[in-house]
């Protein structure tokens, strides 16, 4: 019950209780050895007078006696500190509940390995360490909140557009959905409750910081009153979520005006770790039966270089050639190893790129996989991605009868005597746009418009709405080209499809210098093929005609624009202009693509730059289909074109444990909202483990669909540098909290939280004194002063 500073020991408190007691008592019997009995006549008189009140000064004397001792009893408890925790005497004395909020980093950096143990099973033994502490006093409650919860609740409720507002009860009920444990008495049974709690949670693979955990318990303090809250953070807080954190340092202040905060850092050094950083194809035509390089790009977050870094790589070919009749729980995918991408060494922050080729000799939503060796962190190791193989690449061209331009455009794509480029032209004139719908625009990669005169609104509407939903358009102008058409329609001051202005053609003077180039490349990835190189076959190419702009957009700073190439001379001629739009990309070249006005078509580095111009008009439409994990994996559907529920599956990390799920869908007008994430049952599920996940529409005609998806890790979290305490403390001075190692946090500790009785037992002593000051001097003897004397004397009195 007795809680103190001094020492919990019974035989030592007895002693001190015995000793101070037995004080004043010695005190007072040395002081009756001091007396000495001294006959006198008159004392006769004054005894039979002191028998008459001796009961009432023996009283009076004891009464101080014990005084003197309380009052030594008194300090010595007041100077230990010493409180109560017994429940009764707590509700006696205004004894409030403590309530230790628990938050609880299973970001995956604290998966990180420290002698055969991850930083996580630290940071579970902690939060037993803490219950442990809290469970020595009574009145003490425990909530356990992890980080990746605390965010995952956070960005449900504004997915779902709650209200932020909520009274105390409605927010203690979805806190209950979040918390492992909510506001749980600690007693005999919870250290039971508990266990069987630490031994279902597991890090996560989120790289989610502290701020929606501190958010949220915030608030549960603000609605929740009548307690006292602690907060524990159990973290193993790096640098990349603590330093510097303006945003947290305020809200760790703003926690600190009403509760006490601890920091329990888990983990005492930085340690070297590589991670998979991007995995991704190289080039955007992806066609079955024509080599495809990707790029692995491996990052060093260790401080000393790694030397012979061996990365395995491998394809996940699925058969998808009947899907009807495929059971999309039992899909298998046929592993190939390909050989090992190989680094030298990679210096400390540095990222590493090296390509590799992949084949797929059947279309079809395939998957390439990295792999590292074991390290610091497993979650960052590996990285897949999802690449949608085509039979073909199709690209619209848009020409005239004659198929002057599409013929040399044809004939780069789809050479006949050279190996498959995997592009497939489909030459049209503006008659097409006529009676093809927008939606079927998407099937082709990119389309072209080749020296055409004119477009109607209707075809200028379907192109644009292909470009703003990810589309790529290459727009090459020409003799027949009507200047004040492009300007009023298609440029339409700045908003439309074309990038530019016209003005109107212009021949070319001859050159004063012969070697001197036409063409003028800037750093751009259209042109990355002849960058750094000396004598290039480009610089051969001759141009007789161009179409110029006005000087006046030339003078301009164009901000919505990019030029790729020039002619002849800087800043004067464009030549290639790109643009945004919505999600796709405009090109604009203001020369013929026949040798109309060139003679770049007998150029071999023509045929390359078309390639090249193919592949990036085509590389926002061939999406990646990968997210990082934590977030949610959303599709769009014509809610009148497909049936509901939608099947999904979510694979697990070894690619082959397959579950399928059932989501319905939210209607929103015309439109199929599906989300699909690793928690069906949530409101608004996520991704919360890295892997393959697939969704599986069926039409309204019954014909299935295939939609594959990787979701990778936030590479952010592979950053293991670590806050020192002294930087911590001092960064979070104006907070005060106490800040200390997983291994120096006690379960027994010298002092606890119980209810302290220092005020009360201070004002008792201070009363005390105070009665014993009064006893005294009533007890004590007080002569008359010199004039009163003399007027005792005088009225017959004697003087003693």
């Known amino acids: 019950m007795l809680q103190n500073l001094f020492t919990t020991s019974p035989l030592v408190w007895g002693g001190l209780i015995a000793g101070l007691a037995a004080l004043p008592v010695l005190i007072h019997l040395i002081n009756m050895l001091r007396h000495k009995r001294v006959q006198w006549a008159a004392m006769d008189f004054l005894l039979q007078s002191y028998k008459r009140q001796r009961n009432w000064i023996w009283l009076k004397q004891l009464l101080l006696l014990l005084a003197r001792m309380a009052v030594l009893l008194l300090a010595l408890f007041t100077l230990a500190n010493a409180g109560c925790n017994s429940e009764y005497a707590r509700r006696l004395l205004g ?222 070919v699925y058969d998808e050639k009947d899907l009807d009749a495929i059971d999309p729980a039992t899909l298998e995918a046929k592993l190939t190893e390909l050989p090992t991408v190989f680094f030298e060494s990679i210096g400390p922050g540095e990222t590493a790129r090296q390509q590799f080729s992949v ?41 005239d009868e004659r198929r002057l331009h599409s013929y040399y455009l044809a004939s780069a794509f789809e050479p006949s005597n050279a190996g498959r480029t995997g592009i497939v032209s489909d030459t049209q004139t503006v008659d097409f746009f006529r009676s093809v719908e927008t939606d079927d625009l998407q099937k082709y990669a990119a389309i072209y418009l080749l020296d055409v005169a004119r477009l109607d609104e209707g075809a200028i509407r379907k192109i644009k709405a292909y470009v703003e939903a990810g589309g790529g358009l290459g727009i090459f102008v020409g003799p027949k080209t009507d200047v004040a058409h492009f300007n009023s329609e298609l440029y339409q001051a700045g908003t439309g499809i074309f990038p530019l202005p016209l003005e109107r053609t212009l021949t070319l003077p001859e050159r004063v210098n012969p070697r001197s180039p036409d063409i003028l ?77 060139h003679n770049w078509n007998k150029n071999p580095t023509f045929v390359v730059a078309l390639l090249e111009l193919q592949d990036y008009l085509a590389a926002r439409h061939a999406d990646s289909n990968s997210i990082l994990v934590g977030n949610p994996i959303r599709v769009t559907l014509d809610a009148d074109k497909y049936r509901t529920p939608v099947r999904g599956v979510l694979t697990g990390e070894d690619g082959a444990t397959r579950e399928v799920v059932e989501t319905p869908g939210v209607r929103n007008g015309s439109s199929l909202e599906i989300q699909l994430g690793t928690t069906p049952s949530m409101p608004n599920p996520v991704a919360e483990r890295a892997g393959i996940y697939e969704l599986w529409p069926v039409s309204d005609i019954g014909v299935t669909e295939l939609r594959r998806y990787s979701a990778n890790v936030d590479t952010a979290e592979s950053d293991l540098a670590v806050v020192g305490l002294s930087a911590l403390s001092a960064q979070y001075a104006d907070a005060l909290p106490s800040v200390i190692n997983w291994n120096d946090l006690k379960a027994d500790p010298h002092h606890s939280s119980a209810t302290q009785l220092s005020k009360i037992l201070l004002a008792v002593l201070i009363v005390l004194l105070f009665a014993e000051q009064m006893l005294a001097y009533a007890l004590s003897y007080h002569p008359k002063r010199g004039g009163e004397q003399a007027a005792h004397a005088a009225r017959g009195g004697a003087v003693v």
């Not at 750094?532 to 141009?543: A, I, P, R, Y």
């Open 521 to 597: 490349t800037e750093d751009h990835p259209l042109f990355a093929p002849f960058r750094g190189t000396e004598n290039s076959l480009l610089d051969l190419v001759h141009l007789e005609t161009v179409m110029r702009p006005p000087a006046e957009w030339l003078a301009e700073n164009q901000k919505d624009v990019r030029i790729a190439a020039w002619v002849r001379q800087r800043g004067e001629l464009p030549l290639f202009v790109e643009k945004s739009l919505g999600k796709g990309r405009v090109m604009g070249v203001l020369t013929t693509a026949a040798p109309i006005w």
């Open 359 to 399: 084949f797929f000799s059947e279309p079809g939503k395939h998957v390439v996989q990295a792999a590292l060796p074991e390290d610091a962190i497993a979650a960052d190791n590996v990285r897949r991605q999802v690449i949608e193989v085509v039979d073909a690449a199709k690209v619209l061209l848009i020409d």
């Open 95 to 316: 004894g409030r509940t403590t309530h230790h909020y628990v938050l609880l980093d299973d970001s995956f950096s604290m998966s990180d390995r420290v002698a055969g143990a991850t930083v996580f099973d630290r940071a579970r033994k902690t939060v037993q360490t803490i219950a442990a502490r809290a469970g020595n006093e009574q009145n003490q409650r425990l909530t356990l909140l992890r980080f990746s919860q605390a965010a995952l609740h956070a960005g449900d409720q504004k997915a779902a557009s709650q209200p932020v507002e909520a009274t105390a009860a409605e927010l203690d009920e979805q806190f209950s959905q979040v918390a492992d444990i909510n506001g749980a008495q600690i007693d005999s049974s919870f250290k039971e409750t508990l266990e069987e709690r630490r031994n279902q949670i597991e890090v996560s693979q989120l790289a989610t910081g502290p701020l929606p955990a501190l958010a949220t318990v915030l608030q549960l303090i603000e609605q929740r009153g009548g307690e006292d809250a602690e907060i524990h953070i159990v973290s193993d807080f790096r640098a990349k979520d603590w330093e510097q954190s303006n945003e947290l340092i305020e809200e760790i202040n703003q926690i600190s005006k009403t509760s006490k905060v601890h920091f329990i850092r888990c983990v005492e050094n930085e340690r070297p770790n590589l991670a998979i950083m991007e995995l991704s194809a190289v080039k955007n035509t992806r066609a079955a039966g024509v080599p495809l390089f990707c790029e692995v790009q491996v990052k060093n977050f260790g401080t000393t270089a790694a030397t012979k870094v061996s990365v395995n790589v491998a394809t996940l």
